[in-house]
């Protein structure tokens, strides 16, 4: 998922935050764990009754690696990216840790859409160094983040009286 807010008159900074689609909301993810646990604990009462002793045992196994591993997907899906564009800076922040910030001086970045794997990989290349960003994004919204970031570079590298000419037509 892609959402850019509009520069503001007093900063001019773009901001453009990335985030990965989630098929379900939280609730909607208690709710399937919830109903597959449910689901487990019956077989494994069935299976009970029917003389299989250790089933319940191994059904509360599987319950706790599916909670958690549903647990894990939501972290996972927390994640996000955001880039900030200012006439000085480029800046990449990821979350939730966002000691991994990256900061590139904005005349000299290109965005490249590079074949990699099943997937193409967006990067943001500058002085020889390759930063991955939107791993986590499909390849149409990788594509739109591509052609957005270009064209906002391209706005910025314009001298002033170009800009102020495209800007104010």
Known sequence: ???IDTPSLSSGAQVMWLRPNRALSLRGLRWAAGLLAGYI???????SVAGNAYAPFFALVDVT????AFAAVWRAGERAERITLTD???EIARFPAARDSVRLQPY????RLQPGGAHPRLT????????EIGAFLGDEERQAVCKQLEA?????RL????QDQRTNP
């Open 88 to 90: 000085d800076a480029l």
């Open 1 to 3: 998922m892609i959402s």
């Open 41 to 47: 604990m019956l077989v494994a009462l069935v299976s």
């Open 108 to 111: 000299w970045v290109r965005v």
């Open 65 to 68: 690696v599916v909670v958690l």
């Open 124 to 131: 943001l290349v500058s002085h020889g160094h390759a930063l």
């Open 152 to 156: 906002s570079l391209a706005r910025l």
């Open 159 to 162: 001298p002033d009286h170009q």
